[in-house]
């Protein structure tokens, strides 16, 4: 395969991986539209999400557009899971705290949650929400405060506000300022980079 590895393509990949953010992932429960899922992948790499995790057992999963993701999906590496219980038994090993989606009465708003750890924030269907199961699995549950009739954002939206309260605690923190990822890591990830 050829690579293509100019100077000024290799300064942007570099400076593109060493603001990666290793522990901020964002995990989807069966999300339908594709067109969602693409733009969330979009989302992921504005605001450095590395990987996401895609739990899918009652839609299929999804076919992700090069059009509606502009070319996101190649930047964003996926997980993919057929239930809930393995990923988040596999995004705990990784020592991820689990956020998960909700609108219920023991739910906090996304601005009082601390986005700067390890974190994995859950988003589900777009009719049905989260299910239970990842709902009650999660440390905590949240919601995006709303002032409107109605209670719900799409869930492409949901994901932007959500990513971008995490990229603005992590900004804060000068997070993005110093690699996520060893020297080693980050060699490997810059030479498949530059291969696609």
């Not at 705990?92 to 601005?111: N, P």
């Not at 699995?137 to 994901?159: E, R, T, Y």
């Not at 309260?165 to 890591?185: G, L, N």
Request: with cysteine; hydrophobic share 40%.
């Amino acid at each position: 395969m050829r690579v293509l590895k100019t100077e000024k393509r290799q300064q942007k990949i570099t400076s593109v991986l060493n603001a990666r953010q290793k522990s901020l992932r964002i995990v989807l429960e069966n999300i339908h539209d594709p067109h969602n899922v693409s733009a969330i992948f979009r989302t992921c790499d504005a605001v450095g999400v590395p990987k996401a995790s895609l739990i899918y057992y009652i839609e299929k999963f999804p076919k992700i557009g090069k059009k509606s993701s502009a070319s996101a999906f190649k930047w964003v590496d996926r997980d993919k899971f057929k239930d809930v219980k393995s990923c988040y038994d596999s995004l705990r090993k990784e020592g991820f705290q689990i956020y998960a989606s909700a609108i219920v009465d023991d739910a906090v708003s996304i601005y009082d949650l601390d986005l700067t750890g390890k974190t994995a924030l859950v988003l589900g269907n777009e009719h049905r929400g989260v299910s239970n199961e990842a709902a009650n699995l999660a440390d905590k549950k949240f919601v995006i405060p709303m002032k409107g009739m109605v209670q719900s954002l799409n869930v492409s939206v949901a994901a932007a506000v959500i990513l971008y309260e995490a990229f603005r605690q992590r900004q804060k923190k000068e997070m993005y300022e110093q690699s996520e990822f060893s020297s080693e890591e980050l060699d490997e990830m810059i030479n498949n980079w530059c291969k696609k």
